[in-house]
């Protein structure tokens, strides 16, 4: 295992502000981590409810959420609704979701997640269902280059499959990594490592991540009370995209919907207000912790409107 560094909680701060806590509401963390976000919010008077389908997460945050009396639940945070309903909670007066891969999962390479150390090909966030080797090696050559391309955004995701079908069987994160370099050229001085929008691309099909962004999105909207608050933070411009769309959408202004997200119909009451301004990190920030870099912070306020019974459903099928 490698060895792993402190988790530093993206944009902590502009967080906070948009969750404008006051003391005693109930607040919701769809992505517990190492709960940096969670005892934070917390420490502003916030009853605090965090979700984690990673079962490290879990397991290691009951420390730290009982110490800052955080009920921590194991389940998806595209499930919260449903989740929140078994503990009588139908409403809550915030909720904020850190997107993507965490830290801790990347810092550790018998997760599988990373290139930088040699370990199991796996990638699974719920450490359940198809990893990452059961897709690369089962798959069939045209599905793996589209995922490549679709969530990679890697112009040559053909050579890619190419190479990973003649490679297989694959067990192992260094070994996808040579096939990948192999296939796309490396240079020692390259910049960016070639690998590393198919290990992105990968991760996010085999953990559905794209999908559920889009499911939390509308258990988040059917939560939150009138003038609860939403705070998302993303990282790549696949996920930015969705969360922008989303509250374009359902604060009354243009935009289309996505095969998992349809369009509201135009007469509907906007269920958010005009979203903030987009946030990234400060240049103080990016000094402290690198990983900044990409993030983006999106954040809203929930309206009155009800929402649509069509995406009530979505939010709290199971």
Same mark, same amino acid.
């Given at each position: 295992?490698?060895?792993?560094?402190?988790?530093?909680?993206?944009?902590?701060?502009?967080?906070? @502000?948009? /969750?404008?806590? +006051?003391?005693? !509401?109930?607040?919701? %963390?769809?992505?517990?981590?190492? *709960?940096?976000?969670? =005892?934070?919010?917390?420490?502003?008077?916030?009853?605090?409810?965090?979700?984690?389908?990673?079962?490290?997460?879990?397991?290691?945050?009951?420390?730290?959420?009982?110490?800052?009396?955080?009920?921590?639940?194991?389940?998806?945070?595209?499930?919260?609704?449903?989740?929140?309903?078994?503990?009588?909670?139908?409403?809550?007066?915030?909720?904020?979701?850190?997107?993507?891969?965490?830290?801790?999962?990347?810092?550790?390479?018998?997760?599988?997640?990373?290139?930088?150390?040699?370990?199991?090909?796996?990638?699974?966030?719920?450490?359940?269902?198809?990893?990452?080797? @059961?897709? /690369?090696?089962? +798959?069939?050559? !045209?599905?793996?280059? %589209?995922?490549?391309?679709?969530? *990679?955004?890697?112009? =040559?995701?053909?050579?890619?499959?190419?190479?990973?079908?003649?490679?297989?069987?694959?067990?192992?994160?260094?070994?996808?990594?040579?096939?990948?370099?192999?296939?796309?050229?490396?240079?020692?001085?390259?910049?960016?490592?070639?690998?590393?929008?198919?290990?992105?691309?990968?991760?996010?099909?085999?953990?559905?991540?794209?999908?559920?962004?889009?499911?939390?999105?509308?258990?988040?909207?059917?939560?939150?009370?009138?003038?609860?608050?939403?705070?998302?933070?993303?990282?790549?411009?696949?996920?930015?995209?969705?969360?922008?769309?989303?509250?374009?959408?359902?604060?009354?202004?243009?935009?289309?919907?996505?095969?998992?997200?349809?369009?509201?119909?135009?007469?509907?009451?906007?269920?958010?207000?005009?979203?903030?301004?987009?946030?990234?990190?400060?240049?103080?920030?990016?000094?402290?912790?690198?990983?900044?870099?990409?993030?983006?912070?999106?954040?809203?306020?929930?309206?009155?409107?009800?929402?649509?019974?069509?995406?009530?459903?979505?939010?709290?099928?199971?």
């Amino acid at each position: 295992m490698t060895e792993t560094v402190p988790h530093i909680p993206v944009l902590l701060d502009e967080v906070l @502000d948009a /969750l404008a806590i +006051a003391p005693g !509401e109930t607040h919701v %963390d769809g992505t517990f981590g190492a *709960g940096g976000y969670s =005892r934070a919010m917390a420490g502003k008077g916030a009853r605090v409810i965090a979700f984690d389908r990673d079962p490290d997460a879990i397991r290691e945050g009951q420390a730290v959420a009982a110490a800052s009396d955080i009920l921590l639940i194991a389940g998806e945070f595209s499930r919260m609704r449903e989740l929140l309903a078994e503990q009588g909670i139908e409403s809550v007066s915030g909720l904020t979701l850190d997107i993507g891969v965490s830290s801790m999962q990347l810092d550790r390479a018998d997760r599988g997640f990373s290139f930088q150390a040699d370990g199991p090909l796996d990638m699974t966030m719920s450490q359940a269902g198809m990893n990452a080797a @059961d897709f /690369l090696n089962e +798959a069939a050559e !045209e599905e793996i280059a %589209d995922v490549i391309y679709r969530y *990679g955004d890697e112009p =040559r995701s053909r050579r890619v499959a190419r190479a990973i079908v003649m490679a297989r069987p694959l067990e192992r994160t260094g070994q996808l990594a040579s096939v990948v370099r192999r296939a796309l050229g490396h240079k020692p001085h390259d910049k960016k490592d070639p690998a590393t929008r198919t290990f992105q691309a990968i991760r996010i099909h085999v953990n559905r991540e794209l999908e559920e962004l889009e499911r939390g999105l509308e258990a988040a909207e059917a939560l939150l009370e009138e003038g609860g608050r939403l705070a998302i933070v993303t990282f790549h411009s696949l996920e930015d995209r969705i969360v922008k769309q989303f509250l374009r959408n359902r604060s009354g202004g243009e935009g289309g919907g996505s095969r998992h997200m349809p369009e509201k119909q135009a007469s509907a009451a906007p269920t958010f207000a005009k979203p903030a301004k987009a946030v990234r990190a400060s240049e103080a920030e990016l000094a402290r912790n690198p990983r900044a870099r990409s993030a983006t912070l999106r954040s809203a306020i929930r309206t009155a409107a009800p929402v649509s019974s069509s995406s009530s459903a979505r939010s709290a099928r199971p």
